[in-house]
């Protein structure tokens, strides 16, 4: 009995290989269309299993087979199995057939076929592969609708191979069904991973909303902790932007999950650099500088990253010498600096108006074989310039022209900006003809700075040559076109109800800025104002000034802070999304320097009215030309509502408010203006040194005027011709003729080169000192006389 079932058996087996070998020799030869129908009777899903899964049988052959196997039918049992499926659907992924997928999934709903997830994930990365995102959403959008579960592993390296693949959009559509699942102990390390992943992508793709709304969802979900790295890509996410607060936020977070055991999450020096970063960045460099200083001693050393961004945000802050210090301090230990170290120091000593020390390191570079750049050079150009050293600026560049390397679009427009300031329109347009000849692209900057100088010569007929000879692109016609469209715009301006208001409503005066000021500060971070309790103070912390600063932290929405380092530019060319607000700020640098202010309140309201959000550069200009004509009130109104759109002060509005102090004869609140910047992280440069010692000197506060002038030169600013001029000025109208000619002397003695600013006040010391000779000279000639 055993006997004959196995020889049945047996004989079956052998059947169906003979079938087996005898369909898959017609499909070789013939495909489908000859397949004898006889032996449809026969086929079974094992049988066609087999047949699919020969490797030798093209993947073409297999699909006709699929398709024409799946048509018959014995009483009504459907043929095909899951793993039939699953085999055919591997063939198809691996030999390229993607786009028979959809088709096959479709059969397979119509059989009520079900695979399991392991399939659906080699599905999933094949179609990632090859860059087919649709056809993976599509996969999803069905094993949602056949409620297959796709474990949360999977779902992570989907996410991660769309955000490898730059798919960021599709990768966050897939974060938010990732969110649905539940954060186990098996998928937790593997969704901090891609969540971390998607989190960098959106940092890199400056989508700031969506980072915001990624980081809340994930604080919110139950189950899932950020990991260092996350602590670290949210720190510097943030820090990038500028949100201090969040910052500090999240690094007391990871101290406290540290201290309290919950976490094994804990600051380390990417942590470190990265919060310097953001203290540098909003203008915070003290305690960036003592943050370092408490990092060397925490155990954890300072890398090349770390040095890099102490001496950038001390060059910025124009605390030049800290910047050598750390320079040289960083050479000692043994680290190669690098270019971008080198270009910061370079900057900063120039703007500095330290030349012979900028030319110093620019040699120790090239003597240490640094390589230099475009950068480098263009840095060179522009800080001779700066400087008055037009003749060196011009000699450099016609010697880099020549040797045909290190020139670019940017130290065209370097030279043509300087042109442009001399008034030599005519050797700028040709300038800009030679550097579109040599295939450098004219950027917005060197179209507009033309426009500007064209405007002031009122040779608008010169904007043909622009068309003429600008050929990439459709810039200088979009600008054209922009110009044509705000002129028609100043000649009918909108139809709108007169409702008789002003522009800039404000209540108050410009005396009261130290309430606004105050108030503002008030609402931010103040790291001298606010008082840390005893009991909250780790004394064993390795960072108790980091500590001192996060526990201050009173909030944790994204604030903004009242002043930035970064001045404002007329052109931040943005691509679209800056271009009208960039042609607004050149128009309104063309009518505020003819004095045109209605003209330009006119622009102002128009494109307000429009939608184009005003920024620093602009707010900075209106207010400006309205200190310099004696507007304070409206001057005050523009400043409240540049604080009301949340747009942090730099340096520029800080220097016109200490000029509009200093007209007003309010002196006093000139200094206290000062203090409140310097307590606030912010910076003096030459500019407002040379304001504040103007505004002083008239006000005849001369020892004060001496205070500031040490000051400057104590923080690495050597004085240029300007603060000379206004030192002689000053100490002459004073009655201070020595010291007068003392500084007189000290200009000589550094080589500042005088201009016509300078004989005139020499003309009135020369006149003071023989009115003082002849007074001198008259009371002695009294005493000889016979009483």
């Not at 003979?18 to 020799?25: E, F, G, H, P, R």
């Not at 191979?161 to 954060?183: G, H, M, N, W, Y």
């Not at 707010?619 to 009130?633: I, L």
């Not at 310097?678 to 030459?686: F, T």
Request: charged share 25%.
């Amino acid at each position: 009995m055993w006997n004959g079932r196995a020889a049945t058996k047996i004989s079956k087996n052998l059947g169906d290989l003979l079938l087996v070998a005898s369909i898959t020799k017609t499909l070789f030869e013939s495909g489908t269309r000859t397949l004898n129908l006889s032996d449809c009777l026969q086929l079974t899903p094992s049988i066609i299993f087999q047949i699919l899964s020969n490797p030798s049988l093209h993947p073409s052959k297999k699909l006709d087979f699929f398709n024409w196997s799946r048509s018959i039918q014995q009483n009504g049992v459907i043929l095909h199995s899951p793993s039939t499926y699953s085999t055919l659907l591997r063939t198809l992924s691996r030999s390229g057939y993607l786009n028979e997928v959809p088709s096959i999934l479709h059969s397979m709903a119509q059989d009520c076929v079900v695979l399991d997830s392991y399939s659906f994930k080699h599905l999933l990365d094949s179609s990632i592969l090859s860059g087919d995102f649709i056809l993976a959403l599509e996969i999803l959008d069905y094993m949602e609708k056949q409620r297959i579960t796709l474990n949360p592993v999977m779902y992570n390296t989907f996410l991660v191979a769309l955000v490898r693949k730059k798919q960021v959009p599709l990768a966050l559509s897939i974060f938010f069904k990732l969110l649905e699942t539940d954060f186990d102990d098996s998928a937790s390390s593997s969704s901090s991973i891609a969540c971390n992943e998607l989190l960098v992508a959106l940092r890199k793709e400056d989508m700031k909303l969506e980072f915001k709304q990624v980081f809340d969802k994930l604080r919110e979900k139950k189950g899932f902790v950020f990991d260092t790295w996350g602590y670290n890509i949210c720190i510097h996410a943030f820090g990038c932007w500028g949100e201090l607060d969040t910052c500090l936020t999240l690094f007391k977070e990871m101290k406290d999950n540290n201290d309290n055991g919950s976490s094994v999450v804990a600051p380390d020096l990417c942590t470190y650099n990265s919060l310097i970063t953001v203290l540098c960045k909003v203008g915070k460099v003290n305690d960036a500088l003592i943050v370092w200083e408490e990092l060397k001693g925490s155990g954890h050393e300072p890398d090349e990253f770390t040095y890099k961004i102490v001496i950038q945000g001390c060059c910025k802050s124009y605390r030049i010498d800290e910047a050598m210090r750390v320079f040289n301090e960083m050479q000692n230990n043994g680290f190669r600096v690098s270019t971008v170290v080198y270009n910061s120091l370079l900057d900063g000593l120039f703007k500095a108006r330290k030349v012979s020390e900028a030319c110093q390191v620019f040699e120790k570079m090239v003597e240490e074989g640094v390589k230099t750049s475009c950068w480098t050079y263009n840095i060179l150009i522009d800080g001779l310039l700066k400087n008055e050293r037009v003749e060196a600026a011009y000699t450099l560049f016609c010697d880099l022209k020549k040797k045909g390397q290190f020139v670019d679009g940017i130290t065209y427009s370097i030279i043509v900006l300087q042109l442009c300031r001399e008034g030599q329109l005519e050797e700028a347009l040709k300038l800009m003809e030679e550097m579109e000849s040599r295939g450098f692209v004219v950027d917005l900057v060197t179209i507009t700075s033309l426009l500007i100088n064209i405007h002031k010569r009122g040779r608008w007929d010169w904007a043909d040559r622009l068309m003429k000879h600008v050929r990439e692109g459709n810039l200088v016609p979009s600008v054209l076109k922009w110009k044509a469209g705000m002129e028609a715009s100043l000649k009918n301006p909108p139809v709108q109800k007169k409702d008789y208001t002003s522009l800039f409503p404000s209540e108050g005066d410009f005396s009261e800025i130290m309430s606004f000021i105050t108030s503002a500060q008030d609402t931010g971070l103040d790291s001298n104002d606010s008082e840390i309790k005893d009991e909250e103070n780790d004394e064993w912390s390795p960072s108790p000034h980091m500590d001192k600063l996060a526990n201050q932290v009173n909030s944790t929405s994204y604030s903004s802070h009242l002043f930035t380092p970064t001045r404002g530019q007329r052109v931040q060319e943005k691509g679209p999304d800056s271009f009208d607000i960039d042609m607004v700020n050149t128009f309104l640098a063309i009518f505020l320097s003819k004095g045109k202010l209605s003209l330009a309140c006119k622009l102002f309201e128009i494109f307000s009215d429009a939608g184009v959000d005003p920024v620093n550069y602009t707010y900075n200009s209106m207010m400006s030309s309205f200190v310099k004509k004696g507007y304070y009130t409206e001057a005050w109104a523009i400043l409240t509502e540049m604080g009301e759109k949340l747009c942090p002060a730099d340096v520029a509005t800080y220097n016109t408010i200490i000029q509009g102090l200093g007209k007003m004869g309010r002196a006093d609140l000139a200094s206290a203006v000062l203090d409140r910047l310097l307590k606030q992280g912010g910076y003096l440069d030459i500019v407002m040194y040379n304001t504040l010692i103007n505004a002083l000197g008239k006000a005849g506060r001369i020892d004060e005027v001496n205070k500031f002038f040490k000051q400057m030169k104590s923080s690495g600013i050597n004085p240029d011709v300007v603060t000379y001029n206004t030192l002689i000025e000053v100490h002459s109208k004073a009655g201070r003729l020595k010291d007068a000619y003392k500084f007189l002397k000290m200009m000589i003695d550094a080589g500042c080169t005088p201009n016509h600013v300078t004989d005139t006040t020499l003309d009135y010391l020369g006149r003071e000192i023989d009115k003082l000779r002849y007074q001198r000279a008259t009371i002695l000639n009294e005493k000889d006389e016979p009483s």
